[in-house]
């Protein structure tokens, strides 16, 4: 199987839809741990958590997702109502994986 970008980024959709559609059908907030395990059944091989965790770090910053405040260490996860969600996100897809740029061009990172 190839591992050029464009597969890799149409893995990464591929991901973001799993998990989307697991957070749009669950009753109350999935933890990163609980969205890992959830995928790890449909999908029926193991996926590493950090991936998880990318995926979801992204999805946030599309306004798709977002983090449900919580005590402890455990992050819960939520998707975004339709109603609330930018108009930008059509936008955003299509350049989720391009790395951020800084205003003096240099690459930035999400903030985790």
Known sequence: MSNSPTTR???GEH???????????A???MTT???REHLDT????PIVIEKIYR???ILAGRGEIH????????TQWASTPAAQRNSADTVSQQTADVPL????????????
């Open 27 to 29: 009753p109350a907030p």
């Open 67 to 74: 983090r449900v405040p919580t005590r402890g260490r455990n």
């Open 15 to 25: 991901l973001r839809a799993q998990l989307m559609a697991a957070l749009a059908a």
């Open 101 to 112: 740029r800084s205003t003096d061009g240099r690459p930035q990172r999400p903030a985790i």
């Open 9 to 11: 980024r149409r893995q």
């Open 42 to 45: 449909q999908l029926g091989r």
């Open 55 to 57: 995926a979801l770090v």
């Open 33 to 35: 741990a609980e969205l």
